[in-house]
């Protein structure tokens, strides 16, 4: 094995058949090359003066040493890795010199390599992640030495947890918002300009309108609450001489239909009832027929009138929703963080096959890290109008596998091809796990429905 250190002191080992070969150090990301082992020197014997030397052998000349870093017919420069012809001498963009490391002129050990200005040690945590936006390959070549510091690490879990949190607030609640308007245009006693005329749907639909006078405020569960409705001709605005019945509906539940009687004024009709005992929202069917008619039938006309049913129904349907959210999104965030260890896992393994060694640990931040960062992006461009954030989602989605790509790079030593090949290799492996998994809990269902088919008497 062939032990040397990186600039940045990180001691790495490498077996003898690497010497000469490329690669990136796990701590800085720094290009670094595998030197090639000393040669043996035969070992000098020292004469007597004046004794017999004729017969004793002269010890070889020591060879030079290989240029650092030599690639074929070319040298690389130990700080940036940029690969010059052989005969080259300097790197001019670093001030070093390649055979050295050292500053062009001056002795001494060579000079750590340098980051750039959002990497530097004291970079608070949030200009390093501004900088996945502003200079991203720079930025993860240098994530798997800030995440060996339990502060920077720290901060990753929690943005990732953060993440899930953002993503939560930025869902639109679009089957709500809609589900309360229109209740909201159904319920009369909602209307603060008091009942509309609204048309009778069904048998006759264009010719009748109907408004419901009462209830007009909630109405206490399981009480007992009058209900009042004016039908009328549509054309002529005159009152309608028809047969009414009114049935309730909570969820899916409808129940059985209540014979009206007819009111005080022309094309009133009442029926006071005993109303649902569940709390909530419910709804009054206003079931209309010819007068005369024996029962509603199916051909009856409609008018749905949406009522509430006891004062904190709503608060409580709303306090229930967020339990469910919130018991969702930890489930969420579980599997999330379950399925990104076994990704992780998979990336080792797949380097492993292809030669090269990493951290799980280190990987697995890497993951959170970049997987955190694109939900926070992701719950920034919901500001965005609809068309905008879908195209915005794609971006991330895209980026996203760039960025994990560069993630395997910087903590596997990988180049760009090999880390590639290193994720697509994970990506099947993830396949081949995805569906061993789905078969075997589809045979455990098989062999759940056949033990209750078989324990049944």
Known sequence: MIRF???????????DSE?????????CGAAVAVPRPARAEPELELLEVGGPAASRPRAAAPLPSDPPQVRGAQVMCPACGTSYPGDVLLCIPCGIEIASGRPIGAGGPPPPPRLSRNLEDDTPFWRTTLGLFTSPAATIAALPARLERPGFAWKVVALYAASFVFVALAIPRQGAAERREM?????????????????????????????????????EPGSRAGFRIQVRDADRKSPADLALWLRFRTGRTTGEPSRMERGDAPGEYFLETRVPESPGRA?????????????PGTDAGLLNH????????????????????????????????????????????????????????????????LTGFALATVALLSLLPPVAFVLGVIVVLAFSIVYNVRAVMAVFGQPGLKAFLTVVIAAIFNSILSTALSFMLGFAGLLALAGLAAARP
């Open 306 to 369: 949406a009522f509430t049913l006891g004062d904190g129904g709503s608060e409580t349907a709303s306090r229930g929703f967020l339990v469910v959210f919130a018991i969702v999104g930890l489930l969420a965030a579980l599997f999330s963080t379950l399925g990104t260890a076994l990704h992780a896992a998979l990336l080792k393994l797949a380097a492993k096959l292809l030669g090269d060694e990493g951290s799980f640990r280190t990987m697995f931040l890497a993951l959170l890290y």
């Open 183 to 219: 209740e909201g245009s159904r319920t009369v006693a909602a209307d603060p300009e008091g009942p509309r005329w609204q048309p009778v749907l069904g048998f006759d639909a264009v010719r009748y309108q109907a408004r419901v006078m009462e209830p007009r405020e909630a109405v």
């Open 283 to 295: 709804s009054a069917l206003f079931e209309m027929q010819p007068a005369g008619a024996p029962g």
């Open 5 to 15: 250190t990186c600039t940045c002191g990180k001691l790495m080992t490498a077996p």
């Open 19 to 27: 010497a000469g070969k490329r690669g990136r150090c796990p701590k």
